[in-house]
């Protein structure tokens, strides 16, 4: 796949900020996962968060739509405040999708319904209005003719596809992704991974967190390396790649460009 999108340098400056992070902090008990962390993305961004295992990565993203709270800081989508006790999380939710790594489908309902509950639900679409959205971004993301089929009559990479179409419904301001090719088999993960190369080339606001590094050298326009709640390097593919700013940055990408 050819690579069409800009480095962290070509986001104008003057643009708007989808998401902003600013000093967050994130504790479980005595643990400090996120420590002070500073994040702007910007529209069309897609930033591909990275680091070994426990070191907040998850939690950054899932703090990003209030499914973790946080002790201190801020963060805002598209300037609405992250905040339980300001009861803004539900129009946060409206504007964000998220894509998980076991996919949470409904398995009772079928594809096409997985993809118009919330819609209908949530922001009042008619059911016709519903199923022609969900018949288009079904399209898109390559697995129309399963509409009618449980999620239980699909393949794991077909399952994830839709749980993408799912949060596409909802026409978020930005899609995030927690490793949603972990779960799946090795066979299996080329085919989400397209859909998420052609969704960043599209211009879709992405925030990812994954160890897929072909997909971050690709189509990320910048890349975050975090360890022990920190962020440690923040910067293009290229240089990311190219000069890594610490002994540990350098030793994981060894660890997982020859895993």
């Known amino acids: 796949m050819t690579h069409n999108r800009g480095s962290r340098d070509d986001v104008a400056p003057g643009d708007a900020a989808v998401?902003?992070?600013?000093?967050?902090?994130?504790?479980?008990g005595r643990l400090h996962v996120l420590k002070n962390i500073d994040l702007n993305v910007a529209r069309g961004e897609c930033i591909v968060v990275f680091g070994p295992s426990g070191s907040g990565k998850s939690t950054?993203?899932?703090?990003i739509n209030g499914l973790e709270t946080f002790e201190s800081g801020s963060i805002t989508v598209n300037g609405i405040p992250v905040s339980h006790a300001l009861g803004t999380i539900r129009d946060v939710r409206r504007t964000v999708?998220?894509?998980?790594?076991?996919?949470?489908?409904?398995?009772?309902?079928?594809?096409?319904?997985?993809?118009?509950?919330?819609p209908t639900m949530v922001n009042g679409l008619s059911a016709r209005e519903a199923a022609e959205r969900a018949g288009a971004v079904l399209e898109r993301v390559r697995i129309a003719d399963q509409a009618h089929k449980l999620p239980s009559e699909l393949s794991g990479g077909q399952q994830q596809r839709v749980a993408i179409a799912r949060a596409l419904c909802m026409q978020p301001s930005v899609l995030l992704?927690?490793?949603?090719?972990?779960?799946?088999?090795?066979?299996?993960?080329?085919?989400?991974?397209?859909?998420?190369?052609?969704?960043?080339?599209?211009?879709?606001?992405?925030?990812?967190?994954?160890?897929?590094?072909?997909?971050?050298?690709?189509?990320?326009t910048r890349m975050v390396f975090i360890d022990h709640g920190v962020i440690l390097q923040?910067?293009?593919?290229?240089?990311?790649?190219?000069?890594p700013k610490s002994v540990r940055i350098e030793r994981f990408l060894e660890q997982i460009l020859t895993h």
């Open 19 to 28: 998401v902003r992070m600013s000093r967050v902090n994130k504790r479980f």
């Open 177 to 220: 992704f927690d490793e949603p090719t972990s779960a799946l088999d090795p066979e299996m993960v080329k085919e989400v991974l397209d859909v998420m190369h052609e969704l960043a080339e599209g211009g879709t606001t992405m925030v990812c967190v994954t160890h897929e590094m072909g997909f971050a050298r690709s189509v990320a």
């Open 60 to 63: 950054l993203i899932r703090c």
């Open 97 to 118: 999708g998220m894509v998980f790594q076991q996919f949470n489908l409904f398995p009772h309902m079928s594809v096409l319904e997985n993809c118009t509950a919330a």
């Open 234 to 243: 923040e910067d293009s593919p290229k240089d990311l790649f190219a000069n």
